[in-house]
């Protein structure tokens, strides 16, 4: 573990690059994630995350001797995830796959039934099931939660943000899905708005964004007991210094709860870890 970035922020951004905003070619996010993996915030990178039908193109860009880690986005049905990682190059190692269950509204079991049986075939490899934060919640965390508990690799996956304001949980819903995380012991990954550190208000779409560095305060609040309208108050804040005061306490420890969240950029996030005095070191870009 680097001296520069902290045990609390291992593998918090995964790469995002070929996914908007950002939506990077292939061979421009593999060799922007190569770049990431050997530069001195290594350790602050997870997996290069892939849609499955980009998986087969990945080992033309790679040298003989190399290896990469990936997770898996599933664009296409999750029946058909198996023959795809099963097509993988040896020197591609799969983390993990993401795969939306349902829609907003929908009843997630269905979906949630099809990746439990899935998951049940993965070795070495977790399945997130993308859960809405609408109907059926409570069930499929259950279901989920009593999957990992008898042995099977799941966690589950929500949505922050995107191009609709009902896509933004309010700091009070995501407060309960993170306590509900926390009393099933369910690992949680987050994607889509955590652009910054600090919660804000994005001029050129007029939403207010989480921050990670709130949802990282929250986490460890949460960790530690608290209540629900503890952690939303976390959540709401776009003090910087009460959110980095835990995470300069709790720098040592393994992240609790969050696996981490997808991003499109690594040097944002990055960027903003040194201005709040998280990460070690001068910014390489």
Known sequence: MSTQVPRLLAGLVDDAAVFPPGSASLPDAVTAHRRHRAAWYADLVGPLLLPATALPDLAG??????RITVGVVADVPVGQLGAVLAGADPRVAVRQ??????????DPQPGLTGLLEFAGRLDGVTGY????????LMRALDTLAGARAGGLPVAVKFRTGGLAAELFPTPAELAAVIC?????ELPFKLTAGLHHAVRHLDPGTGFTHHGFGNVLAAVLAADAGA????????????????????????????????????????????????????VNGGFEA
């Open 61 to 66: 860009l790679l040298g003989p001797d190399e």
């Open 180 to 184: 509900a995380c926390r009393d099933r």
């Open 97 to 106: 796959v993401e795969a939306p269950i349902a829609k907003r509204g929908e």
């Open 227 to 278: 209540g629900v309208d503890t952690v939303a108050a976390l959540l709401a804040t776009t003090d910087p210094v009460r959110l980095a005061e835990p995470a300069r306490a709790g720098r040592d420890r393994t992240r609790p709860l969050w696996v981490g969240y997808g991003s499109c950029s690594i040097l944002e996030p990055l960027t903003d870890l040194i201005r709040l005095g998280l």
């Open 129 to 136: 099931a993308e859960v809405p934060l609408t109907f059926g």
